[in-house]
């Protein structure tokens, strides 16, 4: 007999959350802080959308996603989430970079990068310190048309090391590029500048996990395997979901899932204006990914000097068209030594990243598409073995995941690993003036993407919604907190 995972659910809701990525499960907590009766509707069979995990036999454990944050993650867990949380991210103190033009690493924050720019590259401190300022800077409002290559090219003319140096791991962290608006640099970068960057101590799952027990704790009814078909609306108002056969009525529905399917597959054009339909269609999706997954034999380490994160790269300058091409020069190495899960056994894993293009995949055979995966693996260790001297028989498990893979496990269009463009911030935003209590939160805009600025997104439309119910009528009857349930 087919599980029913919508079991025991209730007919209405204050809210529903559609989506657990970082944004929608933030969102969902802050809502049943606040006394909202929420419904948290995930497709997956485990909460985090991007931010998750998959186990192998050998207790192997590997972390999906892009795994760097700024400092503010600290503040951010420990004011909308748990101590627990907030006092588990710890930093990486060993960001290493090697590419043609230089090699180095760095405790990636302003004392340190200074030194690099005016000792390793001869740069005037004056223009660092200008560069700097300019970039803590940059709000929201500032000129869009002014593009990061731009930014560069005022501080830094003809070098083209130094922007490489800057520009590699913001591009790693949210996907932005030298043309994208000089702001959706800036604020990412400042971000980052204050202390470093920063991770999860005890791993991804353990993060989930500790998630999932505040947000039951806090009273939201947690759904997995609960994919929701449509958003149902009414002259204008937001008036529930279908999921799973039924008709689930809500004051209010926030929408985690990506921006353009919301849009189009769950709400439809029908209640919606021309002028949002073609500001919804110009939207650009950013791009998506590949990952190989290497776990080491049991009891054989890698040394730590070999570095934290490392951004290493073949190409002999920086150029965002080679860092998604699938003749692949850039990876981007995440090393996770014991200490990262000292609550599991002993082991060591690599994850190696580069940005992708969805149709390089998409529109191969299958019989190419799995050769292609085979020679991005056989690629990745022949680069990797630099690094970690005869890593081909060294490892206990090798895979690896494309732009398929992560629209497989999230639903989102074409893949996408940071949602949209810099535009996709304000079209998110104008939902609501579309339709009354239909809100969305996500990774959106690049400004809005990565993990703090997706947790601080949920906060931001959990406390629009909030307002929303406060003055559209009274509250879905709450159920005792003990008695919330997660299927």
């Known amino acids: ?186 604020i990412v970068f400042s971000n980052f500048m204050s202390k470093g960057v920063y991770t999860f101590q005890g791993g991804t ?20 395997r609960c994919p929701v078909t449509k958003i149902c609306t009414d002259h204008g108002r937001v008036t529930g979901v279908e999921v799973g056969g039924r008709t689930i009525a809500a004051g209010a529905v926030v929408s985690n899932a990506n921006l353009t399917r919301t849009i189009f597959d769950l709400v439809g054009t029908q209640p919606l204006t021309m002028q949002f339909i073609d500001a919804a269609r110009a939207v650009r999706l950013n ?39 699938r003749d692949v020069t850039s990876r981007t190495y995440s090393f996770y030594y014991p200490r990262t899960r000292p609550q599991e056994r002993p082991r060591s894993l690599i994850v190696s990243s580069t940005n992708a293009n969805y149709h390089d995949w998409a529109d191969l055979s299958p019989d190419d598409y799995a050769a292609a995966k085979a020679d991005l693996i056989d690629t990745t260790l022949n680069a990797l073995d630099r690094y970690v001297p005869n890593v081909r028989t060294r490892l206990a498990h090798v895979e690896a995941a494309t732009p398929l893979t992560f629209q497989h496990y999230t639903g989102h269009a074409l893949g996408s690993s940071f949602g949209t463009k810099f535009e996709g911030l304000e079209v998110s935003r104008g939902i609501p003036q579309q339709i009354g209590g239909l809100y969305h939160a996500g990774s959106v805009g690049i400004i809005m993407s990565g993990w703090l600025g997706t947790i601080n997104y949920g906060v931001i439309v959990a406390n629009d919604v909030d307002a929303y119910l406060m003055e559209s009528g009274p509250r879905a009857q709450a159920p005792h907190k003990a008695a919330a349930k997660s299927q």
């Not at 209730?10 to 809502?31: C, E, H, K, Q, W």
């Not at 503010?72 to 090697?98: H, N, P």
């Not at 996907?175 to 608006?181: A, F």
Request: net charge neutral.
């Open 205 to 224: 799952d353990r993060l989930i996990q500790l998630m999932h027990a505040d947000l039951i704790k806090n009273g939201v009814d947690v759904r997995i």
């Open 287 to 325: 791009n998506s990914s590949t990952q190989v997954y290497m776990a080491l034999k049991p009891d054989d380490p890698i040394d730590e000097a070999t570095g934290d994160l490392l951004f290493s790269s073949t190409a002999p300058v920086f150029r965002t068209d080679l860092l998604l091409s």
């Open 1 to 186: 007999m087919t599980r029913d995972f919508l079991q025991g659910a209730a007919s209405r809701y204050d809210v529903i959350v559609i989506g657990s990525g970082l944004a929608g499960m933030t969102a969902a907590n802050t809502l049943a802080r606040a006394g909202r009766r929420v419904l948290l509707l995930e497709q997956h069979y485990k909460l985090g959308g991007l931010a998750t995990w998959f186990k192998r036999p050998g207790g192997h454990i590997f972390d999906i996603s892009l795994h760097g944050f700024p400092v503010g993650m600290i503040k951010s867990c420990r004011r909308y989430w748990t101590r627990e949380i907030a006092d588990s991210i710890v930093q990486l103190k060993r960001i290493r970079f090697d590419n043609p033009m230089f090699s180095l690493t760095t405790t990636f924050n302003r004392d340190d990068f200074t030194r690099l720019l005016t000792g390793e590259f001869q740069v005037p401190r004056a223009s660092v310190d200008e560069f700097f300022n300019a970039a803590r800077k940059m709000n929201f409002y500032d000129d869009r048309s002014f593009t990061t290559g731009a930014l560069f090219a005022r501080f830094f003319p003809g070098r083209d090391d130094v922007v490489r140096l800057l520009m590699e791991p913001i591009t790693y962290a949210n996907g932005s590029t030298l043309e994208d608006p000089a702001i959706s640099y800036g």
